[in-house]
């Protein structure tokens, strides 16, 4: 009887390791693998190059940091920046902030510096460089100057500077609002970047191999192999975290997230359905009607618009120069019957989509002040009414609107618009613009950059090479000017140089609109220190703006996302981004995990 006491315990005392096993976590456990749908494909991760496709930003924002962030509430919190302070001196007329950083890494390992968020926005401010979110930056004495390349001022008179390693100084030439200042730092278009990655080739942010990256996830794969689309993205061990002493999961809960884009809209949605797919943030087109009522639903801060290249010759004619063409073509789309298609996605009424503020908070949105402007629906007597006074004949006419290939919403709401114009008269077509495979030569091997896509409609649409395309136009912050300013002269972050000279010239938007009047409500309202009557400004900018056309809103986008039960922990920003550095999966010890 006393052997089998004894064997008992014995037997106990093994099981012991096992049990312990079960409540405690192997310390070599790295975490979730989570499988997801975050949105379309994305075929370039440059923060600065994210504002003119919605999925862009999706992904942009899990891998790159920003010194704010603004929250799902809509208030301005700091993130990478640890603190700041304002200095003013009335006698000497100088006034300036101090942002000190907090300590954490780039996914290399290497220490996010003063010197990466100088370059970033050097960057932008370049005269040699083209990019709409540099106005962002032109409260900083000089700023604007230096872009527009005014008398002397050159990108090196900018008034801001590393001061050492975790400070940038900034200063402005006057008071300013410094909140409004704070609100236009949210945008990821400013998040810090490295000079020594970023200038070894255009196409830095498309892989692995050539980004490195300062948000909580790191890019470990991607694939454009027919069939084997996918994107993994991975915890960085760096992300606020001592690697020295604290636990893997620290700073980041969740190990990797894996987006299977080669599964048609069906494949999603059961494996979504059969418990395999634990978010789904952006709901595919075909059955989207199916969770109408079941899905989270908030305002993207974008307005799906389409840009009328004023430029292009249709038929040996400037046809989009013409304002009363522009007018008809606005008057024959039913915006309410696309958004309606669309699902998640409100009628368009003006530019300015919901969420964007008046002032400087949510209290007051503009679009809700500015009301209307647009009709929803379709007035083809008027449209047609405008096509006669315009003195063109229709049927003489063709053009096409170019859209990229991977995005089907995009492809749907352009079928519609088509169908709209020919019934209008022109002869319409829908150029679905693919991806290729890129052959830029790598300047450090002199070998072609290889496994890597390039987006040629991003890249025809920067170059002005289309009739009439279709773009998100995602707002760059939370503030109305940023969202308006970029079609007057002087504010579309766009210039250029002749080597070794001074001759500087300032392009008009990318349309091709040039309104005077236009672009001094913009100077106005840049210079308007009080926010209401600046407010006052941008709606009559606005008004202008939807008056003539240079681009037609279609709607404004939605964010629709789906969260299995066993998911839990999920944010957003108000811009309508993910936040999945505490996210957990429930029993995710029960789950295959994807093969490194």
């Given at each position: 009887m006393m052997k089998r006491v004894i064997a008992l315990v014995l037997c106990l005392l093994m099981l012991i390791p096992a049990f312990a096993s079960c409540a405690k976590k192997d310390e070599n456990d790295k975490g979730a693998y989570i499988n997801m749908y975050l949105s379309d494909i994305v075929y370039d991760l440059d923060p600065a190059r994210a504002f003119n496709n919605e999925a862009a930003l999706k992904v942009v924002s899990l891998v790159f940091d920003n010194l704010f962030v603004l929250d799902e509430n809509g208030k301005v919190k700091k993130s990478l920046a640890d603190s700041y302070v304002i200095n003013e001196d009335d006698n000497t007329e100088e006034y300036e902030m101090i942002i000190t950083l907090k300590e954490t890494s780039w996914t290399d390992g290497t220490p996010i510096t003063a010197n990466d968020v100088y370059y970033a926005w050097r960057r932008l401010l370049d005269p040699n460089n083209n990019f709409e979110a540099a106005s962002l930056l032109y409260d900083i004495k000089y700023a604007r100057e230096a872009k527009e390349g005014e008398g002397e001022i050159s990108i090196d008179d900018v008034c801001m500077s590393a001061i050492n390693e975790t400070q940038i100084r900034i200063e402005f030439d006057g008071k300013i609002d410094y909140d409004q200042f704070l609100l236009k730092l949210t945008s990821y278009a400013l998040a810090p970047l490295r000079e020594e990655i970023v200038s070894k080739t255009e196409d830095w942010a498309k892989k692995p191999a050539t980004i490195c990256s300062s948000g909580p996830f790191k890019l470990r794969q991607v694939s454009y192999v027919p069939g084997e689309e996918?994107?993994?993205?991975?915890?960085?061990?760096?992300?606020?975290?001592?690697?020295?002493?604290?636990?893997?999961?620290?700073?980041?809960?969740?190990?990797?997230?894996?987006?299977?884009?080669?599964?048609?809209?069906?494949?999603?949605?059961?494996?979504y359905n059969d418990g395999k797919?634990?978010?789904?943030?952006?709901?595919?087109?075909?059955?989207?009607?199916?969770?109408?009522?079941?899905?989270?639903?908030?305002?993207?801060?974008?307005?799906?618009?389409?840009?009328?290249n004023q430029n292009a010759l249709i038929n040996g004619d400037a046809l989009f120069a013409n304002a009363k063409v522009r007018e008809a073509l606005s008057l024959a789309i039913d915006r309410t019957a696309i958004a309606d298609a669309v699902v998640f996605a409100k009628a368009a009424s003006a530019l300015v989509p919901y969420g964007v503020y008046d002032t400087n908070s949510k209290k007051d949105l503009f679009r809700e002040v500015g009301g209307d402007i647009l009709a929803t629906t379709a007035d083809m007597t008027a449209a047609k009414a405008a096509l006669a006074e315009s003195g063109i004949t229709a049927s003489k006419y063709s053009f096409s609107i170019s859209v990229p290939a991977y995005d089907e919403v995009h492809i749907a709401i352009a079928e519609m618009v088509c169908t709209a114009w020919n019934d209008l008269g022109f002869n319409v077509s829908v150029k679905k613009v693919n991806v290729k495979e890129n052959e830029e030569i790598l300047k450090t091997t002199g070998e072609v950059n290889a496994d890597i896509m390039d987006d040629i409609f991003a890249q025809d649409f920067r170059a002005?090479?289309?009739?009439?395309?279709?773009?998100?136009?995602?707002?760059?912050?939370?503030?109305?000017?940023?969202?308006?300013?970029?079609?007057?002269?002087?504010?579309?972050?766009?210039?250029?140089?002749?080597?070794?000279?001074?001759?500087?010239?300032?392009?008009?938007?990318?349309?091709?609109?040039?309104?005077?009047?236009?672009?001094?409500?913009?100077?106005?309202?840049?210079?308007?220190?009080?926010?209401?009557?600046?407010?006052?400004?941008?709606?009559?900018?606005?008004?202008?703006?939807?008056?003539?056309?240079?681009?037609?809103?279609?709607?404004?986008?939605?964010?629709?996302?789906?969260?299995h039960d066993d998911l839990s922990?999920?944010?957003?920003?108000?811009?309508g981004t993910f936040n999945f550095t505490k996210t957990k999966l429930k029993d995710y010890e029960l789950y295959i995990p994807v093969e490194d």
């Open positions: 996918k994107l993994i993205l991975e915890r960085n061990i760096y992300y606020y975290r001592d690697i020295a002493k604290d636990d893997l999961d620290k700073s980041v809960t969740p190990y990797r997230i894996t987006v299977d884009y080669s599964m048609t809209d069906e494949e999603i949605m059961q494996a797919l634990f978010f789904v943030g952006d709901i595919p087109l075909s059955v989207r009607s199916n969770y109408a009522d079941t899905a989270e639903i908030k305002d993207a801060l974008s307005t799906h618009i389409y840009v009328l002005g090479k289309f009739e009439v395309a279709a773009i998100d136009y995602v707002s760059f912050s939370a503030d109305a000017f940023t969202v308006l300013a970029p079609f007057a002269k002087g504010f579309t972050g766009g210039s250029t140089t002749k080597e070794d000279s001074r001759d500087f010239t300032i392009p008009n938007h990318i349309s091709g609109y040039a309104s005077d009047e236009y672009n001094q409500l913009i100077e106005d309202a840049f210079a308007q220190k009080d926010l209401a009557v600046r407010a006052e400004i941008l709606h009559e900018a606005e008004e202008l703006i939807m008056k003539e056309l240079p681009i037609i809103p279609i709607i404004y986008n939605q964010t629709a996302t789906l969260q922990k999920v944010k957003f920003t108000y811009y």
